[in-house]
């Protein structure tokens, strides 16, 4: 994956702001597609629908920030920098656990997003995640432990 500059994504950010649904520096998430082709980010179109679908789960509101696509893009090159960032989306509720359908969505996402670091063959069920990943054993997933099972399972 592409390493950016911070100029380039400078440069993303003020295309972003061209888009036609842009205010308060949010776009509308059906307009994620947009952006993306505009600044020739390669994506396919199942790539695009999960991280609508994505999206659409994290921002209630129906609207993406920059931000959100620049903390992801930051560290695209590194596997463990994305893991990272997406752990901290994968809470869509922000209770500080991994539910099943956050899991769900996030892992999906991190797939198509990257599957040659984040394979088939990690868990499928949220009960199989729960087993792997629970380490205090508190019937829980927290961020952090989301985090090391990612980490343990990167290819």
């Not at 695009?48 to 695209?76: M, S």
């Not at 656990?97 to 040659?116: A, M, N, W």
């Not at 069920?125 to 629970?134: C, G, K, N, S, W």
Request: negative net charge; glycine residues 4%; without cysteine.
């Amino acid at each position: 994956n592409k390493v950016y500059t911070d100029d380039e994504i400078i440069q993303m950010e003020k295309v972003f702001q061209t888009i036609k649904s842009y205010k308060d520096g949010k776009i509308d998430i059906a307009e994620y597609g947009t952006f993306l082709t505009a600044i020739n980010f390669p994506h396919s179109p199942e790539q695009l629908a999960q991280y609508q679908n994505y999206l659409r789960a994290t921002n209630t509101d129906g609207r993406v920030a920059f931000q959100q696509f620049a903390q992801i893009v930051k560290v695209q090159h590194d596997p463990k920098g994305v893991l990272k960032a997406y752990a901290q989306d994968f809470d869509f509720n922000k209770d500080g656990f991994i539910s099943s359908e956050e899991f769900q969505v996030g892992i999906k996402t991190l797939r198509l997003h990257d599957p040659e670091h984040f394979p088939e063959n990690l868990a499928t069920t949220f009960e199989q995640f729960l087993q792997e990943a629970d380490q205090d054993q508190d019937g829980r997933v927290s961020i952090q432990e989301l985090e090391n099972w990612l980490e343990k399972h990167l290819k």
